[in-house]
């Protein structure tokens, strides 16, 4: 066997043979996507898919008003926006994963009466949108609906290679080319009042969601125009404002990746660099809490810059399918990192356990989730409790948040290899090596409680098999039947890299991989408040919930849920060791639903006092104040979980001081 460690898979001397890639002349790919339904989710994964077969998901047609059958994308004159798509193409995923008799029925019939609804022009979908003309004369084609049903479109064509599929984008995808260049993505202005609708307004903010889709069938056709029209996609988005690129939480976890993924045509790196500065830019200032997610309930917004602040759950699957495009460009590593640091983080608890209610904005610091519509965010109304019935986007754009997940899972490489990207229980089957013999690894793992995988390789075949290595990883083992890699030449620098392996494989051959996972500490700087980490997940206090029904009806309720346990601590940690504040209490197997309270795979014990002056504000917890914090509180033995598993939690600790240097609570 040849083994290595590397950057990224290499892309100079190969490109896959057999998934769609990157064709001259753009850039290779190091990364390819594999179609959906190689990979396979199992354990506590599939068990996500399956709530949401029978959740709100899998149900929507039954709860939201959008979903009507008078939608506008089954004819007539109705609006088909963004919400039917929001949610069909997580659905149609959600059906091919699954394989649920009921949900493929459904897919099947959006999916026809999509194809169906195509004129000769190219257009397709809801004629309503087609040509909105304003007060003022201006007319335009709403596209941006269009740009989230051809996910479905293209997820559609990789699990049915369906022969209408590549003509139908093409036919759209000139439209678009043939439109006047003044309906064509244009400057509206006011916000969308000249057309009596805020709707056209979007379209400009999101346009780059159109860039890999025409790749994609660029990739599948070779058809050079696309190209051009790619460009001209890329010219129309709008530019940043100010000095941020966007204030509003959805668009920027969308805009933020356009410039980046433009690269692969571009070949211009600062293309790619600009999209890691806006990120840094936007996360050093409004994201002072754990895992990734900022403060936006809406929108930034001067001096709102507290873990309080909440993280809207459409932000969470657009920075996930962000993340998955950039790792696919760069091959880096560190957007599968910053994928499970909100997917593994923040994702599970912004739904409740069976997954049949969700809530609009989830924080790292957020002990209270009751119905008030006075809470300290932005918006007013009910933002926090759980509900399949409101939440407009949210309701309906979750459902790509799992079963996006579990396709990217693994990737292609150029040497027509296989990159464990994610990990999490599954089964990949997919064409490697030369021949393109067709091979199935089955991924074994109690991962992200526990740093141990487990790859069963069920056929035979010579091709390489490419290893992450997590950026916060300092001890990666790799043992290959019964023999360990000796790789203590790169042990120092294997954070964040691949390890390569290149081998005849046997069926039966089995690798183990040991990650080591540490107790830390991050330090957020503004307040010198902290969190603990561990691996991929961050903890948070253990706070007993009280469960309380606040409306909906018996099949579909709505909930507060209130803390039954106190939970204003600081902690008691020693900056120096941090390992030696915790105690780390012995794992169990995950549950199928480890994304609870009462069933957290793991936990934490530390010292803590109270902070009796640290209370809620506006049903809301107050601002972090500075740390160390003075308490004349009896020192308490608190539990910590993961964050994933906290509904209520509290993630970012002020501190216990004491003397000069310590400060009163005020």
Same mark, same amino acid.
């Given at each position: 066997m040849v083994f290595s460690v590397v950057s990224q898979?290499?892309?100079?001397?190969?490109?896959?043979?057999?998934?769609?890639?990157?064709?001259?002349?753009?850039?290779?790919?190091p990364l390819t996507k594999l179609p959906l339904g190689c990979v396979k989710p199992k354990g506590w994964l599939r068990h996500q898919l399956d709530l949401m077969a029978e959740g709100m998901t899998g149900r929507l047609s039954e709860i939201s008003v959008f979903l009507d059958p008078e939608n506008g994308w089954f004819g007539g004159n109705n609006m088909g926006w963004e919400e039917q798509p929001y949610w069909f193409r997580g659905f149609y995923d959600l059906a091919i994963l699954t394989g649920d008799a009921r949900l493929l029925a459904e897919a099947q019939r959006w999916i026809e009466a999509v194809i169906g609804s195509q004129s000769e022009d190219g257009y397709f979908g809801a004629s309503y949108h087609k040509r909105m003309e304003g007060v003022n004369g201006q007319v335009c084609a709403d596209l941006w609906p269009h740009m989230i049903m051809i996910d479905a479109i293209i997820s559609h064509y990789e699990a049915t290679s369906d022969p209408r599929v590549i003509p139908f984008l093409t036919n759209f995808f000139a439209f678009c080319r043939d439109l006047p260049d003044d309906q064509f993505l244009p400057v509206i202005t006011n916000g969308g009042q000249e057309f009596g609708d805020w709707r056209p307004w979007w379209q400009r903010r999101r346009a780059g969601d159109l860039l890999p889709q025409i790749y994609w069938l660029y990739n599948a056709t070779g058809v050079d125009w696309l190209l051009a029209l790619a460009s001209k996609v890329y010219q129309r988005i709008d530019l940043a404002p100010d000095e941020w690129l966007d204030h509003h939480i959805v668009n920027f976890t969308q805009r933020f990746r356009y410039s980046g993924n433009f690269y692969v045509q571009s070949k211009a790196q600062w293309h790619f660099d600009q999209s890691e500065y806006w990120y840094q830019q936007h996360l050093i200032t409004w994201g002072q809490q754990p895992r990734g997610i900022f403060g936006a309930d809406e929108n930034i917004r001067s001096g709102c810059v507290d873990p309080r602040q909440g993280f809207e759950t459409c932000g969470m699957v657009e920075f996930a399918k962000s993340f998955y495009i950039l790792g696919r460009v760069s091959g880096d590593t560190i957007w599968a990192d910053r994928t499970e640091d909100v997917m593994l983080n923040h994702f599970p608890a912004a739904s409740t356990p069976d997954l049949k209610?969700?809530?609009?904005?989830? $924080?790292?610091?957020?002990?209270? =989730?009751? !119905?008030?519509e006075e809470?300290?965010?932005?918006?007013k109304g009910r933002m926090v409790s759980y509900s399949p019935h409101i939440y407009r986007c949210c309701q309906h754009n979750v459902a790509m948040g799992?079963?996006?997940?579990?396709?990217?899972?693994?990737? $292609?490489?150029?040497?027509?290899? =296989?990159? !464990?990207?994610?990990?999490?229980?599954?089964?990949?089957?997919?064409?490697?090596g030369a021949e393109g013999v067709e091979v199935s690894i089955e991924e074994q793992t109690p991962y992200p409680f526990d740093g141990s995988v487990r790859l069963v390789i069920h056929d035979s075949a010579s091709f390489p098999l490419y290893l992450r290595v997590p950026g916060w990883s300092t001890h990666f083992r790799i043992t290959v039947n019964d023999t360990q890699l000796d790789l203590s030449a790169f042990e120092d620098d294997m954070a964040g890299l691949y390890v390569r392996m290149e081998r005849m494989w046997t069926a039966g051959d089995v690798v183990t991989i040991d990650m080591g996972m540490q107790i830390a500490l991050t330090e957020w700087p503004r307040t010198g408040s902290v969190s603990v980490d561990r691996g991929p997940l961050t903890y948070s206090l253990k706070i007993d919930e009280e469960w309380r029904q606040s409306g909906g009806n018996d099949r579909w309720p709505e909930w507060e849920v209130l803390p039954a346990t106190p939970w204003n601590y600081g902690l008691l940690v020693d900056r120096e060791h941090p390992e030696s504040a915790f105690t780390l209490i012995p794992s169990t197997a995950p549950s199928e639903q480890p994304w609870t309270l009462a069933s957290a795979p793991i936990a934490l014990k530390a010292k803590a006092k109270r902070i009796p002056q640290w209370g809620l504000q506006n049903e809301t917890v107050q601002e972090?104040?500075?740390?160390?914090?003075?308490?004349?509180?009896?020192?308490?033995e608190i539990t910590l979980i993961p964050l994933g598993c906290a509904r209520l939690r509290i993630s970012c600790?002020?501190?216990?001081?004491?003397?000069?240097?310590?400060?009163?609570w005020k």
């Open positions: 898979p290499e892309t100079a001397v190969s490109s896959n043979s057999f998934y769609n890639t990157n064709r001259a002349p753009l850039l290779p790919s209610g969700l809530h609009y904005l989830t $924080a790292a610091n957020q002990p209270k =989730l009751d !119905a008030s809470h300290e965010y932005q918006n799992w079963p996006y997940y579990a396709e990217n899972l693994w990737q $292609a490489s150029p040497d027509n290899g =296989l990159v !464990a990207w994610l990990y999490a229980p599954s089964i990949v089957t997919a064409k490697v972090l104040q500075q740390s160390p914090v003075k308490s004349n509180e009896a020192e308490e600790f002020p501190t216990i001081g004491e003397g000069a240097t310590a400060w009163e």
